[in-house]
């Protein structure tokens, strides 16, 4: 959430985090507080128009992670010209979408809490985007809350603490995460907003989990899903973890058939063409009640995502010498599968 925090802050943390660990950091930002004002003014006192700034925070953000210039009196240590991390946008609204688009960056929708607006963010991203410096062609993430268990009563029953957990959020009344209930006390219109927010949310043993996650991406056709899973007991939520894991590994070996959509017009119908795409989960841990502290556990059950390397290339310059550059990443491309 960057109007939180202080951008040389986020260029020095994320600069270490990208040194120590290469090609394993991912730099997520959003343009809302993500919490209550008070919260808010006690992590950066300055918020007078830090949502109206966010292009230009993230513009500056990237300038720290580039090559200093002459005469640049201020560079991020670590950080300035590792050219990393991969940024991403985060989003709710069409804002980010429309952002992301315009800064040719890689973007992510929290459709595992507010789904409403999923499907057209990801058509206007889609087809307003600009190939940058990193990314020659749009790439998207979605949100999904996965609930597995060994069978579908106990999965609902799991379910239940991030039912109350909104419940609360529309109360006013947030606080940490509860254990799971056999009846929830909520009135109809509750009942509604709530399943209305969690509709991005797939609940049941492995064969429904397969069935949903397959849902999400033909109807989304997403790059990448992020998997988060809000259950009471550790060990529970672990296996949860496994059980879409193991779902991951089966949809990875399907040789993938599922097509892209290529908007042609603002009132024509989707075009649709083979992508060849393999598409890659992530697991979210939230490891306690904050709306903005999602931790990624990367090696989490069976090594959930595996990157490929950053492809090189070589050019002549005209004096003879010979350049390699990292070349921009290329999502998708038609080798070997990621996973699913």
Same mark, same amino acid.
């Given at each position: 959430?960057?109007?939180?925090?202080?951008?040389?802050?986020?260029?020095?943390?994320?600069?270490?985090?990208?040194?120590?660990?290469?090609?394993?950091?991912?730099?997520?930002?959003?343009?809302?507080?993500?919490?209550?004002?008070?919260?808010?003014?006690?992590?950066?006192?300055?918020?007078?128009?830090?949502?109206?700034?966010?292009?230009?925070?993230?513009?500056?953000?990237?300038?720290?992670?580039?090559?200093?210039?002459?005469?640049?009196?201020?560079?991020?240590?670590?950080?300035?010209?590792?050219?990393?991390?991969?940024?991403?946008?985060?989003?709710?609204?069409?804002?980010?979408?429309?952002?992301?688009?315009?800064?040719?960056?890689?973007?992510?929708?929290?459709?595992?809490?507010?789904?409403?607006?999923?499907?057209?963010?990801?058509?206007?991203?889609?087809?307003?985007?600009?190939?940058?410096?990193?990314?020659?062609?749009?790439?998207?993430?979605?949100?999904?809350?996965?609930?597995?268990?060994?069978? &579908?009563? @106990?999965?609902?029953?799991?379910?239940?603490? +991030?039912?109350?957990? *909104?419940?609360? $959020?529309? #109360?006013?009344? /947030?606080?940490?995460?509860?254990?799971?209930?056999?009846?929830?006390?909520?009135?109809?219109?509750?009942?509604?907003?709530?399943?209305?927010?969690?509709?991005?949310?797939?609940?049941?043993?492995?064969?429904?989990?397969?069935?949903?996650?397959?849902?999400?991406?033909?109807?989304?056709?997403?790059?990448?899903?992020?998997?988060?899973?809000?259950?009471?007991?550790?060990?529970?939520?672990?296996?949860?973890?496994?059980?879409?894991?193991?779902?991951?590994?089966?949809?990875?070996?399907?040789?993938?058939?599922?097509?892209?959509?290529?908007?042609?017009?603002?009132?024509? &119908?989707? @075009?649709?063409?083979?992508?060849?795409?393999? +598409?890659?989960?992530? *697991?979210?841990? $939230?490891? #306690?009640?904050? /709306?903005?502290?999602?931790?990624?556990?990367?090696?989490?059950?069976?090594?959930?995502?595996?990157?490929?390397?950053?492809?090189?290339?070589?050019?002549?310059?005209?004096?003879?010498?010979?350049?390699?550059?990292?070349?921009?990443?290329?999502?998708?491309?038609?080798?070997?599968?990621?996973?699913?």
């Amino acid at each position: 959430m960057l109007p939180n925090h202080a951008l040389l802050v986020i260029a020095e943390q994320f600069g270490t985090l990208a040194s120590l660990f290469p090609e394993r950091i991912d730099l997520g930002l959003g343009r809302a507080p993500g919490t209550d004002q008070t919260t808010a003014r006690a992590l950066r006192r300055d918020l007078v128009g830090s949502a109206e700034s966010f292009p230009d925070d993230v513009a500056e953000l990237q300038r720290f992670f580039g090559d200093p210039v002459e005469g640049q009196r201020m560079c991020a240590v670590p950080g300035a010209g590792l050219h990393v991390p991969p940024i991403w946008l985060l989003g709710s609204s069409l804002f980010s979408a429309q952002l992301a688009a315009a800064m040719g960056l890689s973007f992510a929708f929290a459709s595992h809490f507010v789904p409403d607006y999923l499907l057209t963010a990801l058509q206007v991203y889609c087809s307003q985007f600009r190939p940058s410096a990193t990314l020659d062609k749009p790439y998207a993430m979605v949100g999904v809350n996965v609930f597995a268990a060994d069978n &579908a009563a @106990e999965a609902q029953f799991l379910f239940t603490s +991030l039912q109350q957990q *909104f419940i609360n $959020l529309r #109360r006013g009344t /947030p606080g940490q995460l509860l254990p799971p209930v056999e009846s929830i006390a909520w009135t109809e219109a509750e009942r509604a907003g709530v399943e209305d927010s969690l509709a991005c949310s797939v609940v049941g043993d492995r064969a429904d989990v397969e069935a949903g996650l397959c849902s999400v991406i033909e109807q989304t056709q997403a790059d990448e899903l992020i998997v988060t899973a809000q259950i009471f007991d550790h060990r529970a939520r672990l296996r949860s973890f496994e059980i879409t894991a193991q779902v991951r590994e089966t949809l990875g070996a399907i040789p993938l058939r599922w097509t892209r959509p290529v908007l042609t017009g603002n009132n024509e &119908a989707p @075009e649709r063409r083979p992508s060849g795409c393999a +598409l890659r989960v992530r *697991f979210s841990y $939230l490891l #306690r009640y904050s /709306p903005s502290l999602h931790v990624h556990a990367r090696a989490t059950c069976m090594h959930v995502e595996r990157r490929r390397p950053r492809e090189k290339t070589t050019t002549t310059s005209q004096d003879g010498r010979k350049n390699v550059h990292a070349e921009k990443r290329r999502h998708g491309s038609h080798d070997a599968p990621d996973g699913i």
